[in-house]
T-cell receptor
């Protein structure tokens, strides 16, 4: 399978704990995106990378959120001191640098209890 | 702030009927994409339209981009139960897709 992969698929954590998600993009794709989707809504943009550079961050990405793409390949999204409002599906997508199409992974479902 | 509004939000019809889903904005987008999403999975890209007035067909699905590139529609002919899912439109701006702005989705149910 050469699509976008995300791990874990599901994560249940207690409020106040830290969590980290991983995204592996399609191998030749330079751009990598993170989105968040809550129940009944479309995905909302969080941040994106071109190679290892983080080029844009949404104001939705509070100080508790940090994303990295250290070698321009896989990316991690960390949420510190989780809150119940962080419960959502976290989606990763990738694209070519000048490509219009973004291809999504299966997502990580986070539940904060 | 760019927003996309989809209508209807919910649609339940019988197998064999036709339907149209609308995606509207007051903003101009350089591209418009349609995705379908199954429960617990990520969105799957169906089509990208980039030119005002452009029409693309994917089997029984017809996608149109408005002349002013502010709106789009998805028409399904002779709907089948396998068409059931959440349909999302997403607008892109700038070079490449950069960030996508999504509508809230249309949840479509096709009853056998």
């Amino acid at each position: 399978d050469t699509g976008v992969s995300q791990n874990p698929r599901h994560k249940i954590t207690k409020r106040g704990q830290n969590v980290t998600f991983r995204c592996d993009p399609i191998s030749e794709h330079n751009r990598l995106y993170w989105y968040r989707q809550t129940l009944g809504q479309g995905p909302e943009f969080l941040t994106y990378f071109q190679n290892e550079a983080q080029l844009e961050k949404s104001r939705l990405l509070s100080d508790r959120f940090s994303a990295e793409r250290p070698k321009g390949s896989f990316s991690t999204l960390e949420i510190q001191r989780t809150e119940q409002g962080d419960s959502a599906m976290y989606l990763c997508a990738s694209s070519l640098a000048r490509g219009l199409e973004q291809y999504f992974g299966p997502g990580t479902r986070l539940t904060v209890t | 702030t760019q927003l996309l509004e989809q209508s209807p939000q919910f649609l339940s019809i019988q197998e064999g009927e036709n339907l149209t889903v609308y995606c509207n904005s007051s903003s101009v987008f350089s591209s418009l994409q349609w995705y379908r999403q199954e429960p617990g999975e990520g969105p799957v890209l169906l089509v990208t339209v980039v030119t005002g007035g452009e029409v693309k067909k994917l089997k029984r699905l017809t996608f149109q981009f408005g002349d002013a590139r502010k709106d789009s529609s998805l028409h399904i002919t002779a709907a089948q139960p396998g068409d059931t899912g959440l349909y999302l439109c997403a607008g892109g701006s700038g070079q490449g897709a950069q960030k996508l702005v999504f509508g809230q989705g249309t949840r479509l149910t096709i009853n056998p």
